[in-house]
Structure formats: structure tokens, C-alpha cells
């Protein structure tokens, strides 16, 4: 059975459940028997929703106070997991904070030492101009297995280098 762990996602806002519930349909339609997750920064606000989709969750949520938890918790998650879907639609860009970049990055770097597939979907990234945000991405970015781009994303992703985007289409050859 496929294990597909979404990151990124919410449904505290109604752009980030809207994206949450259309891509969960399709990855059902894709893979009818697979075990879906989701690893949410607001689990004691997330569960009933999630509950009512199918979506097991899994508490990802970083303090000051608590870094190891959440990494830990991702860890362990990630043994089961065959591919790591992140629905962010908006983070790797300088107009982004530098917490929440850290906080993507790091995510996807952990997978990949887990050696997970990691799809970016539905990206809206860029642009890419303070030197902190070019070297932050371009490492982080370049590790995505499959990165889902809109709007101009394309043309700051081909500024770092990065030529890993495809359409939906492609997706299908991960399952």
C-alpha cells in the first residue's frame, strides 16, 4: 500500500484546505488504496476536518522551546512513507519569512535523507533576489523530485538553475 504524507497544508485557511481537499481527491483517483496523512503545524485544529477526509494526522509543529519533537515525529513518520507531497503553494520566495523557509527547507532535506520522492504542488515560487533566499532555495529546491509550478515560477526556477518542473502528467510515472 502507497503511504502519501502531505506537508504544508492546512485547514485553518480556506486557499490551503481548498488545496488540501482537490489534490487529496486526485492522489485518491491515482492511488485508490493508499493511506494518506498529514503533518499539521495546528493538529488540535486540523484533526476533526481531517478526520472527516481520510487524513490521519501527525503533529509537526515547531516552537522556540521544541524543535526535536516535531523532527522526531517526521522521522518516524517518514519510515512508513513512500512520497512526500509539499501543498505550501506559497513559501520559497523573498517575500516569505526566513522561519518558514528553514522550517521547508529543513522538511525536505529530512526526506531526502530518508531518501523519500518529494513533490512540490502547485508552486507559486519566487522571486528568488536576496542572496539568503537564491542559496536557501537552490539548495532545497534542487532535491525536490517533482516541483508543480504556476505563474512566473518557471522563469525564477530556471534563474537558480533548477529545471525540475513538470506538468501533472509527469506525476503519474511516481505511482
Known amino acids: 500500500m502507497k503511504k502519501i504524507l502531505f506537508i504544508s497544508a492546512s485547514f485553518q485557511n480556506k486557499g490551503s484546505a481548498a488545496m488540501l481537499i482537490s489534490t487529496l481527491k486526485i492522489f485518491r483517483k491515482l492511488i485508490p488504496n493508499g493511506e494518506f496523512a498529514l ?3 495546528y493538529p488540535e485544529l486540523d484533526r476533526e476536518r481531517a478526520k472527516k477526509c481520510g487524513l490521519r494526522i501527525l503533529e509537526y509543529q515547531f516552537t522556540v522551546k521544541n524543535i526535536l519533537k516535531p523532527l522526531i515525529s517526521m522521522a518516524s513518520e517518514l519510515v512508513n512513507t ?3 507531497v509539499d501543498l505550501s503553494g506559497f513559501t520559497f520566495s523573498d517575500k516569505d519569512r526566513r522561519k518558514g523557509m528553514l522550517i521547508k ?12 520522492s ?6 507559486s515560487l519566487g522571486p528568488f533576489n536576496y542572496k539568503f533566499t537564491r542559496l536557501l532555495c537552490k539548495v532545497c529546491l534542487q532535491r525536490a523530485n ?3 509550478v504556476r505563474g512566473i ?3 525564477h526556477l530556471h534563474s537558480l538553475g533548477i529545471k525540475k518542473m ?4 509527469l506525476i503519474l510515472l511516481f505511482f
Not at 527547507?105 to 523519500?116: A, E, N, P, S
Open 82 to 84: 513512500n512520497v512526500v
Open 153 to 155: 515560477s518557471r522563469s
Open 118 to 123: 518529494v513533490i512540490l504542488y502547485s508552486q
Open 166 to 169: 513538470y506538468t501533472f502528467m
Open 105 to 116: 527547507g529543513l522538511t525536505i532535506i529530512i526526506c531526502k535523507l530518508f531518501r523519500k
Open 146 to 148: 517533482v516541483i508543480v
Open 39 to 41: 503533518a499539521s503545524s
